[in-house]
């Protein structure tokens, strides 16, 4: 008996009934084509939302802790760096804490609206109790002045 080889007619009607069912291969390639541009329009789109919607905000402001001296038990001297956006009122909250990490004293201080963008500022504080650790907490911009 010879051995029998199958061979596949491309029109007879089960290749064109699978055709039917399953599609050829051919939309396969659109599809993928559909996806990637998708893909690269939410991208750019993602891209776009970052820069356009105040991600890189003009009016941050940063402070660095830079050291404290103690004048006495209760007075001590807190010097800190803030940069922010020049000829803009900035204020910031300074605070000292004790061993047991307590505020034992804290005020706002505000910043002279000046042409520079970094300031060293000292300023000194009263405590309640002898303080071993000083931080400016936080700075912001000062709005409406």
Known sequence: MPDAVATVDADSPSTQRLEDRYGTGRRRSLDRRFAWGAAGLL???????????????GNQVSVQDIGHTDVSD??????????????????????ALNKAKATVGWKIVELPVTAERTHTVTTRLVTTN??????????????GS
Do not use: H, M, Y
Request: charged share 15%.
């Open 43 to 57: 991208v750019a789109g993602g891209i776009a939302f970052l820069v356009f919607s105040g991600w890189q905000d």
């Open 74 to 95: 209760l007075v001590v001297d807190v010097k800190f760096e803030v940069t922010g956006p020049a000829n803009t009122p900035v204020a910031c909250a300074v605070e």
């Open 130 to 143: 002898p303080s071993t650790a000083t931080t400016a907490r936080a700075c912001w911009v000062v709005e």
